[in-house]
């Protein structure tokens, strides 16, 4: 009676298509305010690539009612972010590439509890997010003018986030409310490895 156990399952499957490009402005400004021919001499630039994904994803949840006004929880989450195509500028064939899923496994657990006739809340949560293939803006190697390079949304690395949060909450009289909250967050890019490298190194 004091246990209860939720899970779930997911499955997504991702077919995605993408078409287009650049193209040579209208003088003297373009149909879109920007001439970009003088300074890229490649362009027009199109292309169409595909992208096809699945994945399972899923939680598990335990709940533990010690007393009534207080619980104790730990749960686990796999979670998805499909991929896709950057498309925004597209001065480098590179752009059409895809970048892949993000994966979010995520652990939590916590207290929520009750205090003195329920006038006394606390609640505590410690939790560990372990991202893989982060996407993100990230500078490509491509060249798009003297001191210039282009920025393409891909699967820049992993990171790991962990913290945890706290909240108080005293009803001293039916209309006096005091609520004091504080949480910390610790987060770090742990791998990169985008234009190619692969590296822990901070400075990379």
């Known amino acids: 009676d004091r246990l209860k156990v939720t899970a779930g399952l997911r499955y997504t499957d991702d077919d995605k298509s993408y078409s287009g490009g650049s193209f040579i402005p209208i003088e003297p400004y373009g149909p879109y305010g920007v001439d970009l021919a003088p300074t890229f001499w490649d362009l027009p630039l199109e292309g169409s690539e595909k992208l096809r994904e699945d994945n399972v994803s899923g939680k598990v949840n335990l709940d533990w009612l010690y ?24 001065t480098d064939a590179s752009a059409f590439t895809p970048f892949f899923s993000e994966t979010l496994y995520a652990w939590e657990t916590g207290i929520k509890s009750r205090w003195f006739e329920e006038r006394f809340q606390w609640n505590l949560s ?44 005293y009803k001293p009289r ?22 190619g490298l692969d590296s822990d190194d901070p400075a990379v």
Do not use: C, M
């Open 67 to 90: 007393r009534p006004g207080l619980l104790f929880y730990l749960s686990w989450n796999k979670g998805y972010k499909s991929g896709g195509f950057d498309g925004s500028t597209i």
């Open 126 to 169: 410690v939790f560990l997010y372990d991202y893989d293939d982060v996407q993100a803006e990230a500078q490509r190697k491509v060249q798009v003018g003297e001191n210039t390079f282009e920025s393409i949304r891909s699967n820049a690395g992993n990171a790991d986030i962990w913290g945890f949060e706290t909240e108080f909450w």
């Open 174 to 195: 039916t209309n006096v409310d005091i609520k004091i909250g504080v949480a910390h967050l610790d987060s770090e890019i742990t791998d990169w490895f985008v234009d």
